[in-house]
């Protein structure tokens, strides 16, 4: 058996599919359905079990897939060893963060490090907590920044820094009068959040439990956008208010938005960077932590 067959078996347990797992292999299906057949020989299992319709995993070879994961995240960091041999800065770095982070801090983040590490090309991904972590295990990513808490077997997590959420209104909403805003307030309006599956719509109705009624009840609704830019210009039309992190407040227009900070003690976040512990590029993560840091001090 081969790391490629491996790499086959586990893409079409992931897929459910043979013509999508050879379209993420960059192979044609007739060459991975071949490779597949000749593995199952060779084991003298089978590993799928196939239908015109539909592709399922069987009992022992759900255990043969698992294996053969672990054995793929062992051969990369066979080749991340070999890596950390060389220099460490030179090679490409596979960085993620979630929807609410990166459209902001990666603007200033890459120039910090393009800088410093000229000959470091940075892939960058933007998805959700539980698909970033999901890439950071299996290898698909290098480090990625998220909300805290975090927590995750064999990988590190280090706090980069906090930010205060803060409340935007139109322009002429009665509260721009008010210097802060209670938490409590958010209940009587209507309030414009992301959709579910963002952490940082579920870290907004934790520190205001009494969101979670307002669709069964009279109280202000609850609308969803789908970025925090859209949220905006929501705002910006007189939709209704919302919640953003800090970080996200830049690029308004100040006739048509306005900005109030909570009353204390307010809600904020903790924004931190995860890695796997056995990632050995450690000058890659040095930088990347005192970049990431330093965006928030200056930005």
Same mark, same amino acid.
């Given at each position: 058996m081969t790391l490629t067959e491996l790499k086959y078996i586990v893409t079409v347990a992931q897929e459910r599919h043979f013509g999508r797992a050879a379209e993420k292999c960059f192979v044609s299906q007739p060459t991975l359905s071949v490779a597949i057949k000749k593995l199952e020989s060779e084991l003298g299992v089978a590993i799928f079990e196939r239908s015109k319709s539909s592709v399922t995993v069987t009992p022992l070879g759900e255990k043969i897939v698992t294996q053969a994961q672990r054995v793929l995240e062992e051969s990369r960091t066979i080749r991340d060893i070999a890596t950390a041999g060389q220099d460490q800065l030179s090679s490409p770095l596979k960085l993620g963060a979630i929807f609410t982070i990166g459209p902001y801090l990666f603007p200033h983040l890459v120039p910090l490090l393009h800088k410093q590490a000229p000959t470091m090309p940075l892939y960058l991904e933007e998805n959700y907590t539980g698909v970033l972590r999901k890439q950071l295990r299996d290898g698909e990513l290098d480090a @990625? @920044?998220?909300?805290?808490?975090?927590?995750? /077997?064999?990988?590190?997590?280090?706090?980069?820094? *906090? !930010? +205060?959420?803060?409340?935007?209104?139109?322009?002429?909403?009665?509260?721009?009068?008010? =210097? &802060?805003?209670?938490?409590?307030?958010?209940?009587? *309006?209507?309030?414009?959040?992301?959709? *579910?599956?963002?952490?940082?719509?579920?870290?907004?109705? !934790?520190?205001?439990?009494?969101?979670?009624? $307002?669709?069964?009840?009279?109280?202000? &609704?609850?609308? =969803?956008? &789908?970025?925090? =830019?859209?949220? $905006?210009?929501?705002?910006? #039309?007189?939709?209704? @208010?919302?919640?953003?992190? !800090? &970080?996200?407040?830049? +690029?308004?227009? =100040?006739?048509?938005?306005?900005?109030?900070?909570? $009353? *204390? /003690?307010? /809600?904020?976040? #903790?924004?931190?960077?995860?890695?796997?512990?056995?990632f050995p590029r450690g000058q890659a993560i040095d930088l990347l932590l005192s970049n990431a840091r330093q965006c928030k001090l200056h930005g």
């Open positions: @990625i @920044i998220v909300a805290l808490p975090f927590t995750e /077997p064999d990988v590190v997590t280090h706090p980069l820094y *906090e !930010e +205060n959420f803060v409340v935007v209104l139109p322009r002429d909403h009665k509260w721009s009068k008010q =210097e &802060s805003v209670a938490a409590e307030q958010l209940v009587d *309006e209507d309030l414009l959040m992301l959709g *579910e599956g963002h952490c940082f719509r579920d870290q907004v109705f !934790e520190h205001c439990p009494a969101l979670h009624r $307002k669709h069964h009840s009279r109280l202000g &609704s609850v609308l =969803e956008g &789908s970025s925090l =830019e859209t949220l $905006k210009h929501m705002v910006a #039309t007189g939709l209704g @208010i919302t919640v953003l992190p !800090e &970080s996200a407040i830049g +690029n308004m227009d =100040e006739s048509l938005l306005c900005i109030r900070p909570f $009353k *204390e /003690p307010a /809600p904020y976040r #903790t924004v931190a960077m995860a890695w796997r512990a056995s």
